[in-house]
């Protein structure tokens, strides 16, 4: 079956360091590419998505590529705020009416 | 309006109450979906409606009672819970159960503790 499997957390990092969150997908096919991003007491908002191999998500700094031969889609940041701390869930979603599955997430912590 | 507004934010209830989740959106989504959020978990499907007709029961017990009044409207009736649905339960919506080039828009969530 399709699944998503993300790195451990917590990830801890000082303010303006590199951020990576792994992510890799098992699916048939091609699966569309998601990643949400819940901060404490709220619900989850999507960060940024791709639909095809080589595609390229990208919002408010955070940056993920559909990689197809390695079936990943690695999370990057290259200066992360306190701000971001957050969780962090990688998705995948299939046509066919099959729903959208979620990886375990990782949890970022900032520090100043 | 590009929200899912999710009523009440908080809610404790007793196990022997009747409640109900309340979750609403304007954007023309077809498809809407019921998620439970236990702590340090992601997300666990519940219900899909699609096209206001239920489509996906993911063997929830009948102690969980979804309703999708119209196109914009999903109600989850709670009845005799036990402590452990204590949970945050998230509204979702997205253009078409069908379309997974589109990801979902997700509600701030109920928080709901069971005495």
């Known amino acids: 079956g399709n699944s998503v499997t993300q790195m451990e957390g917590p990830v801890t990092l000082s303010e303006e360091a590199f951020l990576t969150i792994n992510c890799t997908y098992t699916?048939?096919?091609?699966?569309?590419l998601f990643w949400y991003v819940q901060y404490p007491g709220e619900g989850l908002q999507l960060l940024l998505k791709?639909?095809?191999?080589?595609d390229k998500g990208s919002n408010k700094g955070f940056e993920a590529t559909y990689r197809k031969e390695t079936t990943s889609f690695h999370l990057e940041k290259g200066s992360v705020q306190v701000s971001d701390s957050a969780v962090y869930f990688c998705a995948l979603r299939k046509g066919g009416f099959q729903k959208l599955v979620f990886g375990t997430g990782t949890r970022l912590l900032v520090s100043p | 309006d590009t929200e899912v507004t999710q009523t009440p934010k908080h809610l404790v209830m007793g196990m022997t109450n009747k409640k109900s989740l309340k979750c609403e959106q304007h954007m023309g989504h077809r498809a809407m979906y019921w998620y439970k959020q236990k702590a340090k978990k992601p997300p666990e499907l519940m219900f899909v409606y699609s096209y206001e007709k239920l489509s996906i029961n993911e063997s929830v017990p009948s102690r969980f009672s979804p309703e999708c009044p119209n196109s914009s409207l999903l109600n989850l009736h709670l009845h005799a819970l036990q402590p452990e649905d204590s949970a945050l339960y998230l509204c979702?919506?997205?253009?078409?159960?069908?379309?997974?080039?589109?990801?979902?828009?997700f509600g701030s969530g109920t928080r709901l503790t069971v005495v």
């Open positions: 979702a919506s997205s253009q078409d159960q069908g379309a997974p080039n589109y990801g979902y828009t």
């Open positions: 699916a048939t096919g091609y699966p569309s």
């Open positions: 791709a639909t095809k191999a080589d």
